[in-house]
């Protein structure tokens, strides 16, 4: 199940503009990797790379390779679509389908993959929720629509849509910028739980949930406007925090940014 | 007038906050702003240039419904002494002589059948096709070609309905004949494509004028329809991209489900305007003696081009009432669809 992903001197461009120069880093499997630096700095460009979502925006561009235990998964024989159905994606605002049901938002992925019977729909479901920590809460309304939750429900049904699929590799992208602290505080904790089982990155413009969350840091940082994005360094997340290498980072980190 | 409310309500009170999904409502048009000047001291709640503004626009808003109340209300008064003067029941017969004022004899039953059935089947062929092009224009193409091409389909409602009444009666009814000829042989014993009660050959027939109509109201369906689907939210497409779903599951699970009231409520306006188009239908349509027979090969009339083939008739009041009360009865049809078109839009909201 839970993957590594191996990034190679990746650039990254959306159209003429450079947006993202020669990232290198090691994800390994079962493990929080946080991605953090300031607003545009390529960070959530990276990690959109990363399930070949980035090449989805108009002109956009990738260069260098993602490998997923090994597999590039930008190789020419790989249909980006089979990436994305491994490679579960939690964003920024929380975005159930308001349409369906909280049980068809869940099993949306599953559907999409061609799974009908209606049992085994049913079984994911609740394993899913359960595993986002949501279950208690709708079990009573699985046929209510997904959009009467609240904020912070909403981004666990999120999180329970993406790991229906039992994905490899699960990415965050600041999946607790739109939430309150009790929420957020509901998330962290269920990443804490899903390490156990996936591969997870996560984008945080919060240091504190970096530090609390993460086993592995990444800083990225812009040398200047209209420059691209670079990763200054990769560490433990406790050398990050504590010793950083890099003068830019530990600046950064401790708020003399800038 | 509005001092208490403004009053409860402190300058410092701002917005809400943005609802899910929802464009950041914007800030109360009557929330005081601090004054500035010493000018202004006097009046410090609704500055001049708020309140002229507000009372244009609730003038013009008052004014389109009485202007409306008024069309209503015209109808019906003259409407109403001309339907005294009926000899036969003016909803269910299908007889309509208006020649003898001593005798009026006229029912607007096959008139209401021929409208809704031309309009119905033009809608038929008109969403479909206007459901393709919106998804085309908003998902499939590329931008420097959806532009050009949504200009395209722009212009076709600003081609006036006379040039569709001739291009329908000269150039498409010829090329529909041998279709025609086809379908009532083939599939003649089904009534709608049943020998009609006029020539095929000339193509007067609600075959004819119902794809002209499609062709007419493609243009509104489409652009609505378009601009709906744009404004799926990207964040509900991403979630559908992240979770593997190729560009049609995309459609399939959000920009539909997204767009469905706006796309019937744009064919509800596509069948309005259908419903009350004239000149087209006036040149295209074959008149006939014969009742509607329920085949889309028939001729006749519906309300619009009945009246506007009547115009010599109107010095006549008695006579022209006749006409204006069949017209009373498409506005009232017309505003029922649209009624029906807001309901739907509401319910939409509603789920919103």
């Known amino acids: 199940m839970a993957k590594r992903i191996d990034v190679k001197d990746l650039n990254l461009f959306y159209g003429k503009f450079h947006a993202v120069d020669g990232v290198s880093l090691a994800v390994p499997p079962k493990n929080v990797t946080a991605f953090i630096g300031p607003s545009g700095c390529g960070k959530s460009t990276v990690l959109r790379s990363l399930n070949r979502m980035h090449e989805v925006a108009p002109g956009a561009r990738v260069e260098g390779n993602v490998l997923l235990d090994g597999e590039d998964i930008y190789a020419s024989s790989i249909d980006p679509v089979q990436v994305r159905r491994t490679i579960g994606m939690v964003f920024q605002r929380p975005n159930p389908f308001p349409t369906m049901s909280i049980r068809d938002n869940v099993v949306a992925g599953l559907k999409l993959a061609g799974e009908r019977n209606r049992k085994k729909l049913d079984e994911v479901a609740e394993r899913s929720l359960r595993g986002a920590n949501l279950w208690n809460e709708v079990k009573d309304r699985l046929d209510r629509p997904g959009g009467g939750l609240s904020g912070g429900q909403q981004q666990r049904l999120c999180i329970a849509r993406a790991i229906a699929v039992q994905p490899d590799v699960l990415l965050m992208d600041e999946p607790c910028s739109a939430l309150d602290p009790i929420s957020t505080l509901a998330i962290e904790d269920l990443i804490t739980e899903l390490k156990k089982e996936y591969t997870i990155v996560i984008v945080t413009h919060n240091m504190q949930q970096a530090a609390r969350v993460s086993d592995q840091t990444a800083f990225f940082n812009l040398l200047g406007v209209g420059q691209p994005g670079r990763l200054i360094e990769v560490d433990d997340t406790e050398k990050i925090f504590s010793n950083p290498s890099q003068k830019a980072t530990e600046d950064y980190i401790s708020g003399r940014f800038g | ?352």
């Open chain 2, 1 to 352: 007038m509005n001092d208490r409310s403004v009053a409860q309500r402190p300058a410092g009170t701002g917005d809400p906050g943005a609802r899910r999904g929802v464009p950041a409502a914007r800030p109360d048009s009557e929330a005081p702003i601090p004054p500035t000047t010493e000018a202004e001291q006097n009046a410090p709640h609704v500055r001049p240039g708020d309140r002229i503004f507000r009372g244009l626009a609730t003038g013009s808003g008052i004014f389109i419904v009485v202007l409306i109340g008024a069309i209503g209300l015209f109808l019906l008064l003259q409407a109403i002494p001309s339907l005294a003067l009926d000899q036969v029941s003016f909803l269910t017969s299908r007889e309509w002589s208006t020649g003898d004022v001593n005798n009026m004899r006229y029912g607007i039953l096959d008139l209401l059948l021929v409208t809704v059935v031309s309009s119905a089947f033009a809608l038929v062929i008109a969403m479909p096709i206007a459901l393709g092009i919106a998804l085309f224009l908003t998902q499939y193409a590329p931008r420097r070609l959806a532009r050009p091409f949504a200009y395209v389909i722009d212009l076709l409602s600003a081609v006036p309905s006379i040039i569709y009444g001739l291009w329908g009666l000269l150039v498409l009814a010829p090329v529909l004949t041998p279709i025609g000829e086809w379908l009532t042989g083939a599939l003649g014993f089904i009534p709608l494509f049943a020998e009609g009660n006029v020539s095929i050959e000339l193509g007067g027939t609600i075959f004819t004028a119902g794809i002209v109509l499609a062709v007419m109201i493609l243009p509104i369906i489409t652009a609505v329809s378009r601009e709906v689907f744009d404004r799926t939210p990207a964040t509900h497409v991403e979630g559908a991209i992240a979770l593997g779903a190729t560009k049609w599951e995309v459609v399939r699970t959000t920009v539909l489900p997204f767009g469905k009231a706006g796309y019937v409520s744009a064919s509800m306006l596509g069948l309005g305007r259908a419903l009350g188009e004239t000149i087209a239908l006036m040149i295209i349509l074959s008149a006939t003696n014969a009742a509607f027979g329920w085949s889309l090969f028939d001729g006749g009339a519906t309300f619009a081009s009945k009246i506007a083939l009547a115009a010599p008739e109107f010095n006549d009041p008695r006579s022209a009432g006749a006409y204006i009360a069949a017209g009373l009865v498409l506005f009232v049809l017309t505003f029922v669809v649209n009624a029906i078109a807001r309901a739907i839009v509401a319910g939409h909201k509603e789920y919103e």
